[in-house]
């Protein structure tokens, strides 16, 4: 069975950092590109970012370019997002999901159950 | 980076059948078949409906069904029932940047 479980979120400050982590078990985590997509409260979805299965292809929203950065251990089976300088609008539940199969990113069919990222004073 | 449109708010009677739309650019919609739709359940995670416009994953009702005419898409849902309210989103790969965009979401009510 396919599982993705997040981890890391909490209450952070404005201008503080945060780390994320996803652990993936019940598939082969090395053939797939992952992604992090986020929510915040009561809004709709936002794709954050992606990194291909070896990690030689990450992209980004244009909303946490240079301060987030995604990366990824396919040894350990886990996914990462470090988050820096949070702002009030990176407050959000965030989602860890995996690619419908392992030669395409375009459709995400596995979630995780979310982390929630709170970044207030 | 824009988000895709949606219409706020459907709604529509058991057994009837509705209609959400979803438009965007040249860039996204209208430029490639990475279309998929999400359905989301409060607080619960999305679940894929529809990928590739049209395409449905194992396990997904066939009274979903997607379709896409220029530089809009749209996900029909037959037959609906109280287990389809939630939220529905749409979304596009993005030759901006390149990039994923969703859509801003449709709340599905079932009258």
């Known amino acids: 069975e396919v599982q993705l479980v997040e981890s890391g979120g909490g209450l952070v400050k404005p201008g503080g950092s945060l780390r994320l982590s996803c652990a993936a078990s019940?598939?082969?985590?090395?053939?797939?590109?992952m992604n992090w997509v986020r929510q915040a409260p009561g809004k709709g979805l936002e794709w954050v970012s992606s990194?291909?299965?070896?990690?030689?292809?990450?992209y980004y929203a244009d909303s946490v370019k240079g301060r987030f950065t995604i990366s990824r251990d396919n040894a350990k089976n886990s996914l990462y997002l470090q988050m820096n300088s949070l702002r009030a609008e990176d407050t959000a539940v965030y989602y860890c999901a995996r690619p419908l199969n392992s030669s395409s990113n375009h459709y995400f069919d596995y979630w995780g159950q979310g982390t929630l990222v709170t970044v207030s004073s | 980076q824009s988000a895709l449109t949606q219409p706020a708010s459907v709604s529509g009677s058991p057994g009837q059948s509705i209609t959400i739309s979803c438009t965007g650019t040249?860039?996204?919609?209208?430029?490639?078949?990475?279309v998929s739709w999400y359905q989301q359940h409060p607080g619960k995670a999305p679940k894929l409906m529809i990928y590739?416009?049209?395409n449905r994953p194992s396990g997904v009702s066939n009274r979903f069904s997607g379709s896409k005419s220029g530089n809009t898409a749209s996900l029909t849902i037959s037959g609906l029932q109280a287990e389809d309210e939630a939220d529905y989103y749409c979304?596009?790969?993005?030759?901006?940047?390149?990039?994923?965009?969703f859509g801003t979401g449709t709340k599905v009510t079932v009258l």
């Open positions: 590739e416009v049209s």
């Open positions: 019940g598939f082969t985590f090395s053939s797939y590109s």
């Open positions: 979304s596009s790969y993005t030759s901006s940047s390149p990039a994923w965009v």
């Open positions: 040249s860039s996204d919609v209208g430029g490639y078949n990475y």
């Open positions: 990194i291909s299965s070896s990690s030689s292809y990450i």
